[in-house]
């Protein structure tokens, strides 16, 4: 039997062997994954020493998205939901078990091209990252008292997806740079006694994201299977000050770092 490949409405050789595809104009996609999620804020306090925020956090995730090729062009939307329990260190003490909820959205577009024996997909987009962390009520082992904070962050994917086939099994490697160009941090430090609620807006930050998945291609479905990899590194935010700020001194949102390492599985139609 001939491998075929089902993205596409086009005839290519792949390791030498001519493919011949039927027309597919849509595309759809649904899975799930699960992840380490490991995050470092760094600031500097009034003693010139370097503090670091340290949470690591567990997720499960559901995701899922939508392709419509027209010609050698597609559209995509994907989407991903992560919900998981945190646990967080620093100078304030350590909390456990704080619940965590992530959420993507993304639009792409791009071009599907016949290249190294394979299909190279290049695309650029827009992406939205939303962020709840759920600290209110809880206490740090020494007593400081957590609250909410919420972030919304805006960026520009810039990627590659490279497909291939060997034998019966279909290969997806894609590689990923995001350019983040706007976020808004609110800190609901209005729930803790004396203090007011701070917004702070980022305006720069860099993220990497890469994949490798593999899987095999039916007549009317597919799956895959395989590991990634998220990084994002933003920039400290503008300083603001409140009512409760002692003169000449102000509030940030410091310099961070977060690296998401984990594997997902899809089902493709």
């Known amino acids: 039997m001939k491998p075929t490949v089902r993205l596409l409405s086009l005839v290519c050789v792949i390791g030498g062997v001519t493919v011949s595809e039927a027309r597919a104009d849509n595309s759809y996609s649904v ?5 380490r999620d490991a995050y470092k804020e760094y600031c500097v306090d009034g003693a010139g020493v370097d503090p670091k925020v340290d949470i690591h956090t567990d997720y499960g995730s559901v995701t899922a998205s939508y392709q419509h090729t027209a010609g050698s062009y597609f559209t995509a939307i994907d989407g991903r939901y992560s919900q998981g329990d945190a646990d967080y260190k620093s100078l304030s003490g350590t909390i456990n078990n704080i619940s965590d909820k992530e959420g993507e959205a993304r639009l792409r577009f791009g071009a599907n091209m016949v290249a190294w024996h394979g299909i190279v997909m290049p695309y650029i987009g827009v992406g939205a990252r939303l962020f709840f962390d759920q600290g209110k009520g809880m206490f740090s082992s020494i007593g400081a008292e957590a609250y909410d904070r919420h972030i919304t962050q805006l960026y520009a994917p810039l990627g590659v997806t490279y497909q291939f086939n060997w034998g019966s099994w279909v290969f997806r490697p894609n590689a990923e740079v995001d ?11 209005g729930e803790v006694r004396g203090n ?8 720069g930050g860099v993220g990497l994201r890469g994949e490798f998945m593999a899987g095999q291609q039916y007549k009317y479905f597919g799956w895959e299977i395989g590991p990634f990899v998220r990084y994002w590194h933003v920039d400290a935010s503008d300083i603001v ?7 000449g001194t102000g509030l940030e949102e410091p310099k961070n770092a977060r690296l998401q390492v984990g594997g997902a599985l899809r089902v493709n139609f």
């Open 31 to 35: 899975g799930v994954e699960g992840f």
């Open 196 to 203: 007011y609620n701070v917004e702070n807006t980022q305006h």
């Open 179 to 189: 350019a983040l160009f706007w976020g808004k941090v609110e800190s609901h430090l």
């Open 241 to 247: 000050s409140t009512p409760a700020t002692p003169p």
